[in-house]
């Protein structure tokens, strides 16, 4: 889905839980939270505030390990 990130809920650095909330995305002036799919750590945000995105781009490098 294309959107607009209205939020980054999440730093670098930060832990995250599968499932937790990372960012939230507009679209169809809808807002849809986005979550992770692993837990880990988030070494790297590639979006920000206003950042627009369509399906399929990164988000967040989340380190596993």
Same mark, same amino acid.
């Given at each position: 889905?294309?959107? @607009?990130?209205?939020?980054?809920? *999440? =730093?670098?650095?930060?832990?995250?839980?599968?499932? =937790?909330?990372?960012?939230?995305?507009?679209?169809?002036?809808?807002?849809?939270?986005? +979550?992770?799919?692993?837990?880990? +750590? *988030? @070494?790297?945000?590639? *979006? =920000?505030?206003?950042?627009?995105? @369509?399906?399929? =781009? +990164?988000?967040?490098?989340?380190?596993?390990?």
């Amino acid at each position: 889905m294309s959107g @607009r990130i209205t939020e980054v809920v *999440v =730093d670098e650095g930060q832990m995250v839980a599968e499932g =937790d909330e990372i960012a939230v995305l507009e679209s169809m002036k809808t807002e849809i939270p986005v +979550v992770t799919e692993i837990p880990g +750590v *988030v @070494r790297e945000l590639y *979006v =920000d505030r206003a950042s627009v995105v @369509r399906e399929g =781009d +990164v988000i967040a490098l989340i380190d596993e390990s």
